[in-house]
């Protein structure tokens, strides 16, 4: 099979309405080795790329809004609320007047970040508000001269993290500023043409970020957002700046320019396959960043502790954002949830923290994780035979078992796959961890491995990503947004127009046996009911593409699960799946994966 390289998905960030995320196409390379960026990179990157688990914090004037606005409720990314409601600076710096976070305590916050997991906290000093959440003698719209709180929290928070080891980082806006005439992104108060940027940088956005510098202690990150207004050589000087304060300090890639220490993707974006070199997927635990009076949809510990694992199986990050509200409360189902996050990294932390990308592939059971000599298997979903198999494993076994349990577990190698069986009185878990001790080498199988597929499982689901493409046959990641500045990332196949373009699956059918084959994808109106193939088994199955409805990035992507029909697989170590047009057609559709759900004969 054809070893196709598909790059990670870098994130390029467009200063504009939108405060989107546009992901690039997948460049034609493997992975994209960022520690290798030009005039970038920090020398010392251990400590972020061991970490492995972060929190956000955005907490802010926003926060005592809520997302509301003279009673009325705003949708998706509170902190723009601002920017929704085309508030006038004057009016939106009211709420300073009566946000008085009382019930803000620094240290049962730097215990929540601890307690949960998570190995540093970055929270906003200013965002695109222009607001500042510390003592700056820059503006004096700030927390401690313009509210009844007369406090500064990131003085308290920053002491009580290191007394906790947690890592301690600031968010800063650094070229969105919705509140000064210079600044970027105000245009309903200010003249786009009247701004001078530069003026902005060197009267408040700079003179700020040294105050953050200099007063807060040893800062682990400076975590800059929504680049714009400066030249790469500014971009340099602007980071030599900050190195020079701070030497130990990491910056992020949105410092712009393609600069930076570590790469963040998109918003809410993780990478379909690995990426080298230090980077970080960010998620909100709501819908959105801010703090929202309304917004109830939660994240479980399970959804967390999936999004990182699999996030540490690609060699990542992962930084998952609370809201606090106005009064300096954490959301309940924040506390509750990440807790018992938490408790789960307590017992199994070792196979996270300090690992590094799987040369394993994400199977249907789950993920994994990896250490000289040690393979960490992240059982998400237990199959009924309760046998795990790892495909190309090409390391000699030295002992199988559940994470610090004494027995050892029943494991076999055959034909370069190992089977580990798990016991049948599992207790109850987020996710069953088991350890294999080898020797040798294991290979990268990212693409080179066929997608496994069993009997043992309701239902297993082969990305886009793994495609063998071929002909015109591309595959890019899709954003579109829910609610406003609420993005999602699906990777899909797309650009196929002829019988020639075809995206081949490579399938390891474990047990032969009849499966429904489903398609999941969207469709536009030049894509519709044009006819599709798919060969597989020595037979071809034909359908017509499903209308699902328009791409528009700022609304939601509607995907079909179309049934193509039950069809006979045979055991096979390497089965093609080939879906293309069955004839030329002006288009087809974006295929995001293709499903493969056991059909039993059994009454
Ligand atoms: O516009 C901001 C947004 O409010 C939020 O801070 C996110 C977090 O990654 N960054 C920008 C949008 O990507």
């Known amino acids: 099979m054809s ?31 960022i520690s290798q960026t030009p005039q970038s990179g920090h020398p010392d990157t251990k400590w ?15 926060s005592e809004a809520g997302n509301v606005w003279k009673g009325k409720d705003y949708y998706g990314s509170g902190e723009w609320l601002m920017h929704q409601a085309k508030i006038p600076a004057k009016q939106y710096a ?42 700056s003698n820059v503006s004096d719209f700030n927390i401690v001269d313009a509210t009844p709180y007369k406090k500064d929290p990131m003085a308290l928070l920053s002491e009580a993290c290191r007394k906790h080891g947690v890592q301690f980082g600031f968010y800063y806006s650094q070229n969105l500023d919705w509140h000064e005439q210079n600044g970027g992104g105000n245009t309903w108060d200010f003249d786009p043409k009247s701004k001078d940027i530069k003026k902005y940088y060197a009267e408040k956005s700079i003179p700020q970020t040294k105050e953050l510098l200099s007063n807060y202690g040893p800062l682990g990150i400076m975590w800059f957002d929504m680049p714009g207004g400066l030249t790469h050589e500014e971009t340099l000087a602007f980071m030599a700046d900050v190195r020079k304060l701070q030497p130990n300090c990491l910056i992020s890639s949105r410092v712009g320019q393609g600069l930076g220490d570590f790469e963040d993707l998109g918003d809410s974006e993780l990478s379909p396959l ?38 540490s199986a690609r060699g990542g990050n992962f930084l ?49 994780t990896a250490k000289p000599g040690k393979l960490f298997l992240h059982v998400l979903e237990v199959p ?84 063998d493409l071929a002909g015109n046959t591309k595959i890019k990641t899709q954003t579109y947004s829910q609610y406003f500045g609420n993005w999602k990332h699906d990777t899909v196949i797309e650009g196929q127009q002829s019988p020639e373009d075809t995206a081949t699956f490579n399938l390891a059918v474990i047990e032969p046996g009849d499966y429904r084959l489903i398609l999941e994808y969207a469709c536009g109106a030049d894509g519709k009911s044009q006819e599709g193939a798919i060969d597989v088994n020595g037979r071809t199955y034909t359908f017509q593409t499903l209308f699902t409805g328009p791409y528009d990035s700022h609304q939601p992507l509607m995907f079909v699960r179309h049934t193509i029909g039950i069809i006979p697989l045979s055991k096979s170590s390497d089965l093609p799946l080939v879906i293309h047009p069955l004839a030329n057609s002006p288009s087809f559709f974006w295929l995001r994966r293709v499903v493969l759900e056991p059909v039993s004969s059994a009454p």
């Open 320 to 368: 998952l954002n609370v809201g606090p509200d106005g009064e300096g409360n954490l959301p309940e189902k924040s506390r509750e949830y990440l807790l018992d996050v938490g408790k789960w990294l307590k017992e199994n932390g070792e196979a996270v923290y300090g690992t590094t990308h799987s040369p394993i592939r994400d199977q249907p059971w789950g993920v994994c």
């Open 94 to 135: 009211e709420l300073a007047a009566t946000f008085n976070p009382v019930h803000f305590n620094a240290d049962d916050w730097a215990t929540f970040v601890h307690d949960s997991g998570a190995k540093y906290l970055v929270i906003t000093a200013k965002h695109h508000e222009g607001f500042a959440m510390f003592k």
């Open 274 to 311: 690995p990426i080298a070199g230090p980077w970080e997927a960010l998620f909100t635990h709501t819908d959105s960043w801010g703090f929202q009076k309304y917004d109830q949809n939660y994240k479980t510990p399970k959804e967390v502790i999936k999004l990182l694992v699999s996030t």
């Open 48 to 62: 972020f790329q061991d970490a492995k688990f972060g929190m956000f914090m955005h907490w802010g004037l926003y």
């Open 384 to 467: 009924h035979n309760n046998v795990i198999v790892v495909p190309n494993f090409t390391g000699d076994v030295k002992s199988a078992g559940m994470l610090h349990a004494l027995a050892s577990l029943q494991w076999k190698m055959e034909n370069g796959t190992l089977e580990v069986t798990l016991p049948g009185n599992l207790p109850a878990s987020l996710d069953h961890v088991i350890e294999v001790n080898y020797t040798g080498e294991l290979q990268d199988g990212w693409k080179s491995t066929p997608a496994v597929i069993s009997q043992e499982f309701n239902s297993v689901a082969v990305d886009a990503s793994y495609a």
């Open 3 to 33: 070893k196709k390289k598909i790059a990670s998905v870098a994130s390029i960030l467009v200063a504009a309405v939108c405060a989107s995320s546009m992901a690039a196409d997948m460049p034609d390379q493997w992975t994209k080795d």
